[in-house]
C-alpha cells in the first residue's frame, strides 16, 4: 500500500489591483469592468462572468478584513486568515494612504459626523470617489482620537498602533498636531497651499515649539502640544521693537544684504523694514493665545508673503533677508551683554517660523 502525505493549507491570496479598485471606492462591477478595460481577460482566460465573480469574492474577503484594519494589531495577531507578513503590511500601508488633495480639504476642519456627511463636495472637487473620501476622513478621524491625550512621539505613536511606515506616520502625526491646536487652513487666501506644505510647517513646530523640542525647559516627550512656557518666553522679543534696536538691527541687516540682493529689493527694505520686524515680532508675541495661534498660517500669508509677492521678492532673495535677520539679533548691542536666555528663545522662533515662510512662499 502506498503511503501519501496530503497537505491542506487555508492561505489568504490577495489580489492587490482588485484591492486597491475597492480602496478607491469602486463597486465590483465596475471594478471588474476596469480590469477587463486593461486587459484581464487576455491575460487570464477568464469569461467576463468569472472576472464579475472573482472580484465579488475578493470584494468580501476585503469587507472582512476591514474590521481588522481597523485595529492593524488585531490583523496581525489573527489566525483565521493565513496572511504572510509582507501581504499583512502591504494591506495596512495600502488602507491608511490618502489622496493629499483629499486630506488637505479635510485639513483644518473639525473630524465631526457632520463634516463626514459633507464628503460630497469633497468628492466632486477631488474627483475621488465617495466611498473613499469616507475611508480617508474616517481613518484620519480614527487615527487622531487614538493618539492625541498620548504622551511620546506622535510618529512613534502612531507606528506602535496603526504599523505604519515611517512617511505615512509623519504624514499622520502632522495631521494631527494641526488639528489637535485647530490650525486655520480653510482660508480662501490659503487655498493655493498644498497638504505638503502644512506637513512641513507642523513637522517644523513640533521639532522645535513643542513640549519635546530639545530646548524645551520642561523637555518631555508630548509632541501634539505647544510648549506653553516658550509660548510665554516670546513676549520677551518685544525688546527689538524699541527704537534703537529696531534701528540697530536695520542697519545690521541692510549692511550685509546690500552687497547680494538688487537696488530695487534693497529700497524696498529700507523704506519696509520696521513693518516686516514688527510684523515677524508681533506674530511671535501673540503666539500665546490660542485665537493667534491658529490664525498662524492666515498672519503668515497676509502680512509676509503677500507684501513681498507684490514687491516681487524671489525666494533665494528671502531667504537671504530672513537669514540675516537672524544674525543680526545676536549682534544687537543689548543682545552681546544680555545673559538671559533670550537668543536660545530668538533662535527657536526665528528658525522655525522662516522654515515655514520660506516652503509657503510660491512664486
Excluded at 472573482?54 to 472582512?64: H, N, S
Excluded at 544684504?257 to 513693518?275: A, R, V
Aim: net charge neutral; proline share 2%.
Amino acid at each position: 500500500m502506498t503511503a501519501v502525505d496530503v497537505f491542506v493549507g487555508n492561505y489568504t491570496i490577495v489580489d492587490f489591483d482588485i484591492y486597491d479598485l475597492w480602496l478607491s471606492g469602486y463597486t465590483a462591477n465596475d471594478a471588474a469592468l476596469n480590469l477587463q478595460k486593461k486587459g484581464v481577460l487576455q491575460n487570464t482566460g477568464y469569461s467576463s462572468a468569472e472576472l464579475v465573480s472573482e472580484t465579488q469574492e475578493c470584494y468580501r474577503l476585503f469587507v472582512i478584513l476591514e474590521k481588522m484594519l481597523k485595529n492593524p494589531i488585531k490583523l496581525v495577531e489573527q489566525q483565521i486568515y493565513q496572511i504572510d507578513a509582507d501581504t499583512q503590511k502591504s494591506l495596512i500601508e495600502r488602507y491608511y494612504r490618502f489622496d493629499a488633495a483629499v486630506v488637505r480639504e479635510i485639513l483644518g476642519k473639525k473630524l465631526s459626523s457632520r463634516n463626514r456627511k459633507d464628503l460630497d463636495d469633497v468628492s466632486e472637487k477631488t474627483k475621488v470617489p465617495l466611498r473613499s473620501c469616507r475611508r480617508q476622513f474616517d481613518n484620519v478621524k480614527r487615527v487622531f482620537k487614538t493618539v492625541e491625550d498620548m504622551r511620546g512621539s506622535l510618529v512613534k505613536n502612531i507606528q506602535t498602533h496603526y504599523l505604519l511606515s515611517d512617511d505615512p506616520a509623519r504624514q499622520y502625526a502632522a495631521i494631527v498636531f494641526i488639528a489637535n491646536n485647530r490650525f486655520d487652513t480653510g482660508k480662501k487666501k490659503l487655498g493655493y497651499l498644498l497638504f505638503d506644505d502644512f506637513v512641513h510647517c507642523a513637522y517644523q513646530m513640533i521639532a522645535n515649539w513643542s513640549y519635546s523640542a530639545t530646548d524645551s525647559k520642561e523637555h518631555e516627550d508630548m509632541d501634539v502640544d505647544l510648549d506653553r512656557e516658550f509660548l510665554q518666553e516670546l513676549r520677551e522679543l518685544r525688546i527689538l521693537l524699541d527704537k534703537e534696536n529696531m534701528d540697530e538691527q536695520k542697519s545690521l541687516v541692510t549692511r550685509a544684504l546690500q552687497p547680494i540682493i538688487s537696488k530695487k529689493l534693497m529700497l524696498d527694505l529700507e523704506e519696509n523694514f520696521k513693518t516686516y520686524s514688527k510684523t515677524i515680532i508681533n506674530i511671535a508675541c501673540g503666539l500665546i493665545h490660542s485665537k493667534e495661534v491658529r490664525d498662524l498660517f492666515v498672519d503668515l500669508v497676509e502680512k509676509v508673503v503677500e507684501p513681498c509677492l507684490q514687491i516681487k521678492w524671489a525666494k533665494e532673495d528671502l531667504d537671504l533677508f530672513l537669514m540675516a535677520y537672524k544674525e543680526s539679533f545676536h549682534k544687537l548691542e543689548s543682545m552681546r551683554s544680555n545673559n538671559t536666555n533670550l537668543p536660545r528663545v530668538w533662535e527657536r522662533y526665528i528658525i522655525t517660523l522662516s522654515s515655514c515662510i520660506l516652503k509657503i512662499y510660491h512664486t
